[in-house]
């Protein structure tokens, strides 16, 4: 009986002591992960805003979007930053948003906003929709028919409806609840610049 109670403490510090190695192990490793971790989150992000504002050669983070009140409570701005050009001279600025619209769950864009008021291009960072139909909103096809539209309210049409007029965008087919995601987003953003920033 008493080396059977023997053999149980043993095996219990035994798996106490694996378990602290464990934990130790995983804690190193997340500290060794979490700043390359972090890097190429921050990277990535550059990358988006660099391909919806071309033209900038810098970005800087404003504090407007902790300020700002959303029109739509279901779009979050998720950060604004100043565009500037190789002269460190302000040329617009590139907005980050999330609509929780999607079909399946969030879909975070960023949208480019020059100074003159003109959108230079739209790009969703994330979401989870469904292939062939809302994850076309990814694709150059749908994207590109937002740059050069005014920083006024965009509106969706479907093809068949009737021809696209100023700031009119098609839908994507079979995709209304991604395409009404994606539009509310944008024009939050566009809201947030033409009270916040617009002129400064």
Known sequence: MAKSKSNAAKNIIVLFVIALVSVTILAVLNEITMEPIA?????ARIAVYKAVY???ADFSELDTAKDYKCV?????INSVLEAKDGSSQKI???IDATSKNGYGGDVQIAVGITDSGEITAFKVISASETP???AKALEDEYASQFSGL?????KWVKGAERVKEN???DAISGATITTKATTQAVNEAI????TELKGE
């Open 39 to 43: 890097k190429a989150e921050a990277d």
């Open 54 to 56: 071309q033209d900038a």
């Open 72 to 76: 739509d409570d279901t779009i979050v």
């Open 92 to 94: 617009g600025y590139v």
């Open 132 to 134: 062939g139909l809302g």
């Open 150 to 154: 005014k920083a006024e309210e965009v």
């Open 167 to 169: 700031n009119e965008i």
């Open 191 to 194: 809201n947030l610049y033409n």
